[in-house]
């Protein structure tokens, strides 16, 4: 059975995540979350819960130690990592990071993006918009 500190550091390697990017992602100083994966010091409640929207997992995957499978614990609504391209998951974690403005600015500029028609792999897959 995995202890906590195992736990935080397998999640986040499953999310594709170094310890610099997870620190930048979560707002952790990076020296606090390498002491959470070294087992020197454990997240508070509040800590916990920003890690594991940034990691996409479930706090019960921290906290179950019967959860032996960190799939099993992610967010119902979240897919599954292989799904996704290391781009794409680049991305939804970018994008989770931002405040409502960056995320509105964020989808505001792919909208752009496609509408020009410039950056679409196959053009005739996408109707553009008169």
Same mark, same amino acid.
């Given at each position: 059975?995995?202890?906590?500190? +195992? ?9 594709? @995540?170094?310890?610099? #990017?997870?620190?930048? @992602? ?7 979350? /390498?002491?959470? +994966? ?7 409640v509040g800590k916990l819960s920003v890690i594991c929207k ?9 906290? $179950?130690?019967?959860?032996? /499978?960190? +799939? ?5 609504? $979240?897919?599954?990592?292989?799904? @996704?391209?290391?781009? #794409? $998951? ?8 931002? /405040?409502?403005?960056? $995320? ?27």
């Amino acid at each position: 059975m995995e202890s906590l500190s +195992e736990r935080l550091r397998t999640a986040r390697e499953h999310a594709h @995540l170094s310890s610099v #990017q997870a620190s930048k @992602l979560t707002g952790i100083n990076y020296k606090t979350l /390498n002491n959470y +994966e070294h087992g020197v010091s454990k997240p508070d409640v509040g800590k916990l819960s920003v890690i594991c929207k940034v990691y996409h997992v479930s706090a019960d995957y921290f906290v $179950q130690p019967e959860i032996d /499978n960190i +799939e099993s614990s992610s967010a119902p609504a $979240q897919a599954k990592a292989e799904e @996704l391209t290391a781009g #794409q $998951q680049r991305l939804l974690h970018n994008f989770d990071s931002m /405040n409502s403005d960056g $995320q509105e600015r964020l989808l505001t500029m792919s909208d752009d993006m496609v509408a020009s028609g410039r950056y679409i792999k196959d053009n005739s897959s996408v109707s553009k918009e008169a």
